[in-house]
């Protein structure tokens, strides 16, 4: 059946009155439903990646045992990287490439999943309050 805050069947198109214990509620939940921006998400899954990709390259210098770490294998990966200072910036600069397009790409699929489903959830209510339309006729 479709949310009826009051009991009362609702009519396409009518608006629905909210009571004081459910005011609260409406705000959260469109908070929790509002989709991602793709771009600042993508930006930011990029930047947490480059910082990633800089201090592991940092580290792999740095640390004493560093040398041991199988970072060269990651030269296969991204072209121009090396274990060295200069590609530190390389690093960095090809770990934001990859997790913004990874983040753009999950943002991308977050959205979509919850437009399916909200169209889902409105068109099997709308489905229910019309349903027995024509046996009024």
Same mark, same amino acid.
């Given at each position: 059946?479709?949310?009826?805050? &009051?009991?009362?069947?609702?009519?396409?198109? !009518?608006?629905?009155?909210?009571?004081?214990? #459910?005011?609260?509620? /409406?705000?959260? @939940?469109?908070?929790?439903?509002? %989709?991602?921006?793709?771009?600042?998400?993508?930006?930011?899954?990029?930047?947490?990646?480059? =910082?990633?990709?800089?201090? =592991?390259?940092?580290?792999?210098?740095?640390? %004493?045992?560093? %040398? #041991?770490?199988?970072?060269?294998?990651?030269?296969?990966?991204?072209?121009?990287? !090396?274990?060295? *200072?200069?590609?530190? @910036?390389?690093?960095?600069? *090809?770990?934001?490439? @990859?997790?913004?397009?990874?983040?753009?790409?999950?943002?991308?699929?977050? &959205? =979509?999943?919850?437009? /399916? !489903?909200?169209?889902?959830?409105?068109?099997?209510?709308?489905? #229910?309050?019309?349903?027995?339309?024509?046996?009024?006729?």
């Amino acid at each position: 059946m479709a949310y009826q805050p &009051n009991g009362d069947p609702q009519i396409p198109g !009518s608006t629905i009155r909210v009571t004081p214990e #459910e005011e609260p509620v /409406i705000p959260a @939940v469109l908070y929790a439903f509002a %989709p991602l921006h793709k771009r600042a998400f993508g930006i930011a899954v990029g930047t947490a990646g480059a =910082l990633f990709m800089a201090f =592991l390259t940092i580290g792999g210098l740095v640390l %004493p045992r560093g %040398p #041991e770490f199988p970072l060269r294998l990651i030269e296969q990966y991204f072209t121009g990287y !090396s274990v060295s *200072w200069p590609g530190v @910036v390389v690093g960095a600069a *090809w770990g934001f490439v @990859v997790a913004f397009v990874g983040g753009w790409f999950a943002a991308f699929c977050r &959205n =979509l999943a919850l437009a /399916i !489903s909200a169209f889902a959830i409105k068109t099997r209510a709308e489905y #229910e309050a019309t349903r027995e339309f024509l046996d009024h006729i």
